[in-house]
């Protein structure tokens, strides 16, 4: 009997091992789910890697997105808050962190975090029209204009920075101008920009 269970104990353990899965596993399932907008469930796949690998900044990263994703801001912010302690210089981090906070209407500290990541990488488009974003929130149209301006200077199709830009330039008295922005936005294929042009440009 000694000798039988010698020998079965090893195929047991290799089940078990075989049976269990990886970080890396639980990241690529987490990744697949979050691309299919099952946010919850990948942020369940996202909880397993952290649990085998605590400072995984990528995972945080993305649970952070998702967590944005289902409106839960605040523990959002928490996960970036702890990628930025882990790796100050993470740009998408500070950018993630700025857009949790200007959906809770955190413009100044949206700004804050939209000023360091254009610090640590200034040729990201869409960090200029997310500042120009909060820029908006707080009134400052011409601090809005100049984001947008530089955000369509680096990426020339940038429809939503053209759809954004419209705004301020419209509140600034550019009524031509805002049209143009969101008549060039419809081009690119964002369609939301045709109520604008109905109901501000007829």
Not at 29 to 53: C, M
Not at 159 to 175: I, Q, S, V
Request: glycine fraction near 6%; aromatic fraction near 12%.
């Amino acid at each position: 009997m000694k000798k039988l269970l010698l020998l079965f104990l090893p195929l047991l353990l290799s089940c078990t091992v075989l049976a269990q899965k990886s970080a890396k596993d639980y990241f690529l399932s987490g990744n697949q789910k979050f691309k299919a907008g099952r946010y919850t469930d990948a942020i369940r796949d996202y909880d397993e890697v952290l649990k085998l690998e605590p400072a995984h900044v990528v995972t945080l990263t993305n649970r952070g997105v998702a967590k944005d994703r289902l409106l839960d801001y605040r523990s959002a912010i928490e996960d970036f808050t702890l990628v930025l302690e882990l790796d100050p210089k993470h740009v998408e981090a500070w950018t993630s962190r700025g857009l949790s906070k200007y959906n809770l209407r955190d413009y100044r500290g949206a700004i804050s975090d939209y000023n360091k990541a254009i610090e640590l990488n200034g040729k990201q488009a869409k960090i200029y029209n997310n500042r120009g974003l909060a820029r908006y929130g707080l009134k400052d149209y011409r601090g809005a204009l100049t984001d947008y301006n530089k955000a369509v200077a680096l990426k020339q199709n940038y429809a939503e920075a053209f759809y954004n830009r419209g705004a301020p330039k419209y509140n600034l008295g550019d009524k031509a101008g805002a049209c143009a922005d969101w008549a060039k936005a419809r081009s690119l294929g964002l369609k939301e920009a045709e109520q604008y042009l109905k109901n501000y440009c007829k």
